[in-house]
């Protein structure tokens, strides 16, 4: 079992990321909140990982911190959950907001993440119930970013991920009023950007 890897990150295609360690490329599928929180080129970086061994794949699952690792674990656990699937919920929720939603039984806000229907969402709820620990949100939340630097750390940040600028502005667009951190803001792009794609 591979469970953590520590090198440089070469190549960003979400959901996918190239870590270097000593000369090998390691592919990592990472949840879509990462590109936000990865540090400046030629910094080292450290993923904790999660190893899928199929009949026609080995695929690494990567993950920043080990609360949102633990997520993904719990959330395979659970019937009908894939990597895929799993993935997916940390790519929609933070862990301290899919903790929330477990908590208050928000069906309707799993149900905005693509591929799960109410049902689903539902089972994933119950299922999650009493299992999974969230750590309290001064623990997970870095603070909020205001403003103009927001904007211009966003806008690195969806050029770095290939998005053109006249994509980029529209989504900037799109953002609130108010307080949001770097991650929060990467996060309601991607989501403005994957949907107005289809």
Not at 59 to 64: A, D, K, S
Not at 145 to 151: D, E, I, K, P
Not at 154 to 181: C, F, N, V
Request: proline share 6%; net charge negative.
């Amino acid at each position: 079992m591979i469970g953590r890897l520590r090198g440089i990150v070469v190549h960003q295609a979400p959901p996918w990321v190239v870590l270097e360690v000593q000369g090998v490329g390691y592919e990592l599928e990472v949840p879509l909140g990462t590109f936000a929180r990865l540090p400046a080129e030629e910094v080292p970086v450290c993923f904790l990982t999660h190893l899928v061994v199929r009949e026609d794949a080995h695929l690494l699952y990567g993950f920043l911190d080990e609360d949102e690792r633990q997520a993904f674990r719990q959330l395979l656990k659970i019937s009908g959950v894939g990597p895929r699937l799993a993935l997916a919920v940390l790519s929609g929720l933070s862990v301290s907001a899919l903790g929330q939603a477990v908590e208050r039984q928000e069906v309707d806000l799993l149900t905005r993440i693509p591929g799960i229907g109410k049902k689903t969402a539902q089972r994933l709820l119950l299922e999650l119930k009493e299992k999974l620990v969230v750590p309290s949100l001064s623990e997970v939340s870095p603070p909020p970013t205001g403003g103009a630097a927001l904007q211009v750390e966003l806008a690195q940040a969806l050029s770095g991920l290939g998005y053109h600028d006249r994509e980029i502005q529209w989504a900037l667009k799109q953002l609130p009023a108010g307080d949001l951190t770097l991650e929060q803001g990467i996060r309601q792009t991607l989501g403005w950007l994957a949907r107005r794609e289809t």
